[in-house]
């Protein structure tokens, strides 16, 4: 642990007990596992008297203080706040001020589980002792150490890492070439050359043939899988392992992405036509389709946020509020590559550092950052961060003023957030990450082309 001699073996082991229950990702080393948290830990022990000090190591490796820092049940809070959402947990009044203990880091986790409020009465904390072994169960229900994130890409790839820094393969891995991976409901699911697979836990999958077209994407929502793929093909599964084609509508062009909103599914190809469907099952070209007027291969993209629909493409971009009538805006704007919503704001990104930003998805704001092409936009942790060609990345606050700078020379084509960290894939195995968006550690993982990166939410 952190202030070493401080504490006695048992002391030290329940700091790492509680560190494991925050999530916390500052420190490289492996994470407990469940059979080790409670080794040599006598059951009823006290916590409470040297609580503040365990604290101290824990907001020290969180928050960058000094050990002299004095933990509080609003530092505590602070922290549980941001590893799993904002304004979960909140000081009863009067407490904030008050020293960390033991007790009211349980008292905190029944909020965080709905079984208790504001430090009241807790169903794991018992007077001045807590029990090992429920600690035990609640880390069993907050922290599964299993897989945090998956890349796919080229040369039969699929790996998994639980920090985005140590990937290791999956088992197995086939299909030639896998495009893109999403988790969602419990299951990954990735798609690739004439191949879907799917994993519980990200390490060990199962490939099917599905199909003869080349899948693009992979969508879950509304308790459906929708992939999207050449020629026309698209499929979809209530459970992600079994699969039924839907009737193609379109045999020329590629379903490069598809989204759901406002109960309606809607897509996009790589020929810039739209469709829509209501179940997902049956698709719908509308008869005034073609509204990106892209020509086959080029690339397309498109989000639903704020009751609308945005596609981009290249020259322009679209708006739809039904998924069915399409409206044209940003005309001869340039090459868009990714579109995204988050925190208030629509972001797109494009070629020859094109970007682009609105409040309303309707009126944009174009602006340049950089010079070269970017592939990707995602926001997490405050702060936006966009990756391109020729190692570019950027990095921005509120969506408007960027900063872009250099990682390398390899091409970054996709990027996530997980456990801390943003995490981007690329060109000939580059891999890079971050914990602060600004200072990255790039490495190899693999010699191919890493085209998608997710992660699974606890």
Known sequence: MIVENKRSFEQNLVAGILIVIMGISGCEAEPYGKTDIVRNVSPNMDLTGDSAVWFEDIYLVLMGKNVEDFVTNQNMSNIINKTWKPNVIIPAPGTGSQPATAGSLLKAIDEVLGIGTNFGSSKLATGRFVDIATIEKVINMLWVPATGLVAVGDGNEKFYSQDGMKWTQADPSSGGKWNAVTFANGLWVAAGNGMIGYSADGKNWTDKEIGDAVWETVTFANGLWVVGGTAGHMAYSQDGKNWNMVPVVNPYNAWVAVTFGNKRWAAVNDGGQMAYSDNGKEWIIPVESWFLYAWHNWRTAMAFADNRWVAVGPGEMAYSTDGKKWNLIMENSGKWNAVTFANGRWV????????????????????????????????????????????????????????????????????TFANGRWVTVGSGGAMAYSTNGMVWTQFSVGSGNWNAVTFSPK
């Not at 998805?361 to 391109?388: E, L, Q």
């Open 348 to 415: 797109a990104v494009g070629c020859d550092g094109a970007m682009a930003h609105s409040f309303n998805g309707i009126n944009w704001t174009r602006i340049t950052a950089g010079s070269d092409d970017w592939n990707a936009v995602i926001f997490a942790n405050g702060r936006w961060i966009a990756v391109g060609k020729n190692g570019s990345i950027a990095r921005s606050i509120d969506g408007v003023e960027w900063i872009a700078k250099t990682e390398g020379s390899d091409d970054w084509n996709a990027a």
